[in-house]
């Protein structure tokens, strides 16, 4: 069964931080991870989603790295600001299961001014 | 531009009653899914489907139930709603699976069951 763990469950940090978001699984027969971001009381949306065969992706202050050996990704947000206080989540893709995400618990973002 | 909906947003009733709450997308997409999300266990499938008159189930079906008659829609029905089926549901959808599968998702629905 695929695990997926997110460290840290929350982090709050001053406006302007470079910051690091973690995510592992266990199986490492993934297609594909997603990061997805959450605000309170909303739905997901989309931030990055890394094939298997990737090692990174990039999106404006966004970058998210793929290690699939080791079974880690990280989210690195540059500058951060206010208005990305928001739960972030990951998910993985795996082959023998196709189609189905499995989740992480998320970690919980504050950026204060 | 495309979306995706999701009805009602908030619903209450009460136990042992049927609900279903409805999902529909604009995007024709083959592949849709339902999944719960808790606090503590994070989001959890409960069913999907690759297309029309498929149906899958996923970790956590028990108690609930989906059928595909076009390409558009999944409803999920609470055949008699429980208080542990309360809630927020949220239904998402994709284009195609394997590494290219990225899932765009519902506004979801915070279903109580009093």
């Known amino acids: 069964k695929q695990e997926v763990t997110q460290i840290p469950a929350a982090l709050s940090v001053p406006e302007g931080e470079n910051l690091v978001l973690n995510c592992s699984f266990t199986?490492?027969?993934?297609?594909?991870l997603q990061w997805f971001r959450q605000d309170p009381g909303k739905g997901l949306t989309s931030l990055l989603l890394?094939?298997?065969?990737?090692r990174e992706q990039t999106s404006g202050r966004l970058n998210a790295s793929l290690d699939k050996s080791s079974g880690r990704s990280t989210l690195y947000i540059a500058a951060s600001q206010p208005g990305d206080s928001a739960t972030y989540l990951c998910?993985?893709?795996?082959?023998?299961?196709?189609?189905?995400?499995?989740f992480g618990r998320g970690t919980q973002l504050t950026v204060w001014p | 531009d495309a979306e995706i909906t999701q009805s009602p947003r908030h619903k209450i009733t009460e136990t042992g009653r049927q609900v279903t709450l409805a999902c529909h997308q604009t995007?024709?997409?083959?592949?849709m899914f339902w999944y719960r999300q808790d606090l503590g266990h994070g989001l959890r499938l409960i069913h999907y489907?690759?297309?029309?008159?498929?149906?899958n189930k996923g970790e956590v079906s028990d108690g609930y139930s989906v059928s595909r008659s076009n390409t558009e829609d999944l409803p999920l029905t609470l055949e008699s709603a429980a208080s542990s089926q309360t809630s927020v549901y949220f239904c998402?959808?994709?284009?195609?699976?394997?590494?290219?599968?990225?899932?765009?998702f519902g506004p979801g629905t915070r279903l109580t069951v009093l």
């Open positions: 489907s690759y297309g029309v008159q498929d149906t």
């Open positions: 890394i094939q298997s065969s990737q």
């Open positions: 995007w024709n997409h083959n592949n």
């Open positions: 199986d490492s027969a993934i297609y594909n």
């Open positions: 998910a993985v893709s795996r082959g023998s299961t196709l189609g189905r995400l499995y």
């Open positions: 998402a959808s994709s284009e195609s699976l394997g590494k290219y599968n990225e899932q765009f």
